[in-house]
């Protein structure tokens, strides 16, 4: 059974930090490219960072210099650390994962997903 479980969310202050952690179990790890969505009240559900298997990584620029994405294939865990968090970061975030890189706009798997919300 596929399961990718999201913790890390919460309140912050503007400006402060949060390092979101995904743990994924039910399928190779890592074999597959893993991501971080974002979904905010009434926007749609955008693709925050991104993570290839070999670790090249892609962040937003919306989320440049702040988002930090990484991977530890030895414990199944993808993160994102998010720096000098501002209100309008204020979002549910999913975990993702896809088999191919090119397929990450389409993953196979989903996280429940995290609240963080981000007081001014």
């Known amino acids: 059974q596929v399961q990718l479980v999201e913790s890390g969310g919460g309140l912050v202050q503007a400006g402060g930090s949060l390092r979101l952690s995904c743990a994924a179990s039910?399928?190779?790890?890592?074999?597959?490219?893993m991501g971080w969505y974002r979904q905010a009240p009434g926007k749609e559900r955008e693709l925050v960072a991104h993570?290839?298997?070999?670790?090249?990584?892609t962040v937003a620029d919306l989320v440049k210099g702040r988002f930090t994405i990484s991977r530890d294939n030895a414990k199944n865990t993808v993160y994102l650390q998010m720096n000098s968090l501002k209100p309008e970061d204020t979002a549910v975030y999913y975990c993702?994962?896809?088999?191919?890189?090119?397929?990450?706009?389409?993953?196979?798997?989903w996280g429940q997903g995290t609240q963080v919300t981000v007081s001014s």
């Open positions: 993702a994962a896809a088999i191919r890189i090119a397929q990450i706009r389409n993953p196979n798997y």
């Open positions: 039910g399928f190779t790890f890592g074999s597959y490219t």
């Open positions: 993570i290839s298997t070999y670790g090249g990584t």
